[in-house]
């Protein structure tokens, strides 16, 4: 038998935790910090998580910018339309603009916090 052990955490392309990031990317839109958000939506995105950014931003929008419901509506219509073409994946698109105007959109967001 081999003491070889396998390491099943996420990791992305910078070498961050998966979970890191993600919380990283919540607690820099939850206080309007815009590069940073900006970064860290990146490196979830080219690293090959963009479904989890998805996923991600979603649970941002509803958790910590519901206050502001027209940017609430908007950025829900803009994720389920990516995530339509993401799961159909009809269109080989790079959803990293769409991500960050989402991402621009919640740091700029009244926050419910």
């Known amino acids: 038998m081999s003491d070889k052990k396998i390491n099943y955490e996420l990791t992305t392309k910078g070498g961050y935790p998966l979970p890191v990031v993600r919380s990283a990317l919540q607690k820099a839109i939850r206080y309007q910090r815009e590069h940073e958000a ?16 998805l996923s991600t931003l979603a649970l941002i929008a509803v958790e910590d910018c519901a206050g502001d419901r027209q940017n609430l509506a908007t950025v829900m219509s803009i994720l389920s339309f990516y995530r339509d073409l993401y799961k159909e994946k009809k269109a080989k698109s790079d959803y990293g603009p769409a991500l960050g105007v989402v991402t621009l959109i919640l740091c700029r967001s009244r926050q419910s916090r």
Not at 38 to 53: P, V
């Open 38 to 53: 900006g970064f860290w939506l990146m490196e979830m995105h080219d690293s090959g998580y963009t479904n989890y950014a």
